[in-house]
């Protein structure tokens, strides 16, 4: 009996970049022509049974901002099954974007298709470069039991299918693109050669298609238009021969029928260019980029979301103006536009974007401070953690008197005495002195509290008053509006102006005990609770906190973290490769060493104590053909700094960059051997080894991605978008030391023939932003505590304490929390669109937790928001578990 004919499911669709080798705006008009042509043909051709549009819900937004009279035609065929969308807002990088932008970009592309009939049920992910390790647990948080993924998967996964798990033990069916995405793409009008290709293409994959199960031949690639001749080919194809059934269809549609039974099994990321290329060097591309992502991330979850949802009312929750940026992040999470593997104007059209997103979220952050400030029953300062868990740090607060009047708790920053300001004019001259003084009190930052006004005899006197201890009258404006219409009446009087200025002081103050997610009255009278940090040159530089000491190097400039020599080495090396790979060229020269070193003491203590290094290097200018040439001497300032009763040190190094096709990386000893580190990614850490695996086109380089830390040997390296790091000195099978990325530097989109990667990722366009040009900041910190918790360590140092001024006119007391939230780490704080308290916390560990959420019950939900379980008080969470709950109020 002959074998029943191996049915090959045609999935029509097209991959579609917003923005990459041609600006967004480009690419848009080529998709408003594809679908003016395409939606009418696929409305009328039965044949043209079914399209995936990609996966994304920004295509339809971005088209429909176009033709918006289409939406009703596309809501049809998205009704009818014809048109599949969804259920990603857009096709992000997983390893340059938070986990909460991702778990925010699959809601939003949901609740967009909700608007079409729904999305498609498959974790579609056909373009992304490398998977976290917690992909499928957010799958399955959001009710999806299928993935398809194309890069990462490794050599040991020897089928088109495999069972992949996050670490909490959620699995999904991943089906494997062995080819990419395109292996149906351009498929011919003539039956004969479509019948040709399909048997090659079966020969291609040979054993990993196990016998007699489908095929999935994936018709489209980037940008390719819809081929009309599709539902006739087919057609012929299937009367042509009995060996395959051809069926247009959709993914659901092809997995729903898909084998389950003989798959093999991974658990983990996949990171591996066994058989396509990861392209591991978007991750240090324009770092401009990708610290870009980190602050704006930041400013959204961890301050603007939080502090809404915890000081301001229900009803004056900032819903909308959070979307929008939010809509900014997701936009710029699509893998061309976050990993900046595109032209120069895509890059500066994302950092605009999030450089918006940024901005309002800052003064979103401070909208909700604003409603903590007027509740106080105290007046003067108060510390505000926007962190879960109680800390002590320190904040910068501003403070009546000048240094004189400092207490022992204080660092003074700056200071003024008091002091009385006069100016004579007349009416006419009154706009010109009056904004000369204002303009003193705002760079100061204040305005004036009070004004005085006495008009007699032809002479107007005004006395105006500043400081920080001084109440603000509330007709003040009011006051110089009159003013100005006074003296606009009597431009020929005389016109005498008095300033009295208080003194007052910005200081550092040491607050202790702050309670996660709470308040506290700042004591800058309070004795210091710790040991003062303290600086100083002889014999060598130093810093010291009672801690760790840090001494500094005069010849190489770097320095040693308690003895242990050698942190911050700078070395540089070239890149002849382009903004997906590094590729060193083949006569390289590595510089180690600066030319010049010299120190100074910035801050003194007691509170903070800071070192200043400037190193100068003599580097290659460019790389010409495959060698580096010229010279550029290139200053490089380090600040390196150590505040009291801190475990950690901090770095921020900056320089202007006027070499071109280059790496300079940051080289930290390590305080013991490494075989392994452990880096954050989504909702997890990762634990990798010293090796990568490559593949036919791509070399395996180590190099690997970390969200916010990384930690190997004993010490955790805590950074500011600084995603790239690798081991390295590696002897007897273990690392000495890690290396971060500061500057990747590159002149191309896509190279060819490069030591790294010889075939092109890309077109080869000449871009200039990628060499990243002129002044350039990099912030880092370092801890060798062999207890530290890198989670609490990194909101330390890049979370800032907020502070506040309570007016002393309501009833919220010096010190408390609005919420208590103990056991796992908070991704999110906010209130859905219903106005409920939504958190969501994950468990980094391998142990199972209990979330304490003390005094709130509520529901457990899913990441659509589906009740799963109540609660009251607290839940348990697996281990790796990523948790949402609803609180009531």
Known sequence: MADPPRTIAVVPHTHWDREWYAPFQAFRLRLVHLLDEFLPRLEADPSYARFLLDGQMAVVDDYLEVRPEAEDRIRRLAASGRLAMGPWYVLMDEFCVSGETIVRDLQLGIERAAAFGGAMNVGYLPDMFGHVAQMPQILRLAGFGHAVVWRGVPSSVDRTAFWWSAPDGSTVRAEHLWV???????????????????????????????????????????????QRWLGRVVTEANDLQDDYRLVVTSLPEYLADAPVTGLPSWSGELRSAARSNLLMGVLSNRVDVKQAAARAERELERRAEPLNALFAPADHWPGRLLDLAWREVIRNAAHDSICACSVDDVADAVLHRFAEATTAAAGLARHGLRFLAATLAERGPHAVNPSARARSGLVEVRLPGGAAAAGPNEQVVWSRSDAVVERETTGAGLSIALGQLRNDELADGLDFSSIDVEDSDGTID???????????????AASINDLYALAGGRRTDRLRIRVERDGFRRSLVRVTGAPGFGWRHIEPAATLDVAPARAGLEPS???????????????????????????????????????????????????????????????????????????????PAAVVGDERVGTRRTEVTTEIELRAGEHVVRVTTSLDNQSRDHRMRTWFPLPAPATTSRAECAFATVERGLTAEGGPHELPLPTFPSRRFVQAGGLTVLHEGLLEYELVRIENGAASALALTLLRCTGLISGTEMAARPLPAGPPIAVEGPQLPGRRSFRYALSVDPDADPYALVDDVFLPMEVVTGVGQADRPPEGTALTVDGAEVSALRRDAGGALELRVFNPRPEPTTVAVDGRRGWLVDLRGRPLAPFDGSFVLAAWGIATAHLAE
């Open 541 to 619: 530089a130093w810093l010291d906190n009672g801690i760790v000491r840090v001494e500094v190097d005069q010849e190489s400039g770097t320095f040693a973290i308690n003895g242990l020599a050698g942190f911050d080495q700078l070395v540089d090396d070239g890149d002849h490769g382009d903004t997906y790979n590094w590729s060193p060229p083949a006569n390289d020269t590595v510089v180690h060493h600066p030319a010049f070193v010299a120190t100074e003491v910035a801050d003194t203590g007691p509170l903070r104590a800071t070192l200043r290094v400037v190193r100068s290097f003599d580097w």
């Open 180 to 226: 990419g995405y395109g292996n149906g793409a351009a498929m011919p009008d003539d039956a004969k050669a479509l019948v040709a290709r399909i048997r090659s293409h079966e020969a291609e994959l040979g054993d990993a298609l196990p016998a007699g199960a489908p095929m999935l031949w994936m018709n489209g690639t980037d940008h390719q238009a819809p």
């Open 462 to 476: 005004v006395v105006l008053r500043s400081g920080v201890g001084r109440a603000q009258v509330a007709s003040t």
